[in-house]
């Protein structure tokens, strides 16, 4: 089983930073989604195993960065700018392969635990 560790979840205020990181245990496509309470899971951004493709979500276009460091087995969503609408818990997703609909969480095959990301205005 693929396990994926995740970190960097925290408290901030409306405009202030957090670093996510998500350790795999291999190269995969990774995709950050987010859940708030009552609603769907959503989709951030997603990154090709080799870290050269990208994609993100319209709401954190400008405001939000995913990169991966292979070496360290490690995907990171840096994350600006922060405003309460980003508050949710975040999880982290892999797969072998890219997905033709990266935004489609039913696409990813492992999952992180998720970490709370909480933003105060």
């Known amino acids: 089983q693929v396990q994926l560790v995740e970190s960097g979840g925290g408290s901030v205020q409306a405009g202030g930073s957090l670093r996510l990181s998500c350790v795999a245990s291999?190269?995969?496509?990774m995709g950050w989604f987010r859940q708030a309470p009552g609603k769907e899971r959503e989709f951030v951004a997603v990154?090709?195993?080799?870290?050269?493709?990208?994609a993100y979500a319209d709401s954190v276009k400008g405001r939000f960065t995913i990169s991966r460091d292979n070496a360290k087995n490690t995907v990171y969503l840096q994350m600006n700018s922060l405003k309460p609408e980003d508050t949710a818990v975040y999880y982290c997703a892999a797969r072998q392969n890219w997905p033709a609909f990266y935004s489609d969480y039913e696409r990813y095959d492992y999952w992180g635990q998720g970490t709370q990301v909480t933003v105060s205005s």
């Open positions: 291999g190269r995969y496509v």
């Open positions: 990154i090709n195993s080799s870290g050269g493709g990208k």
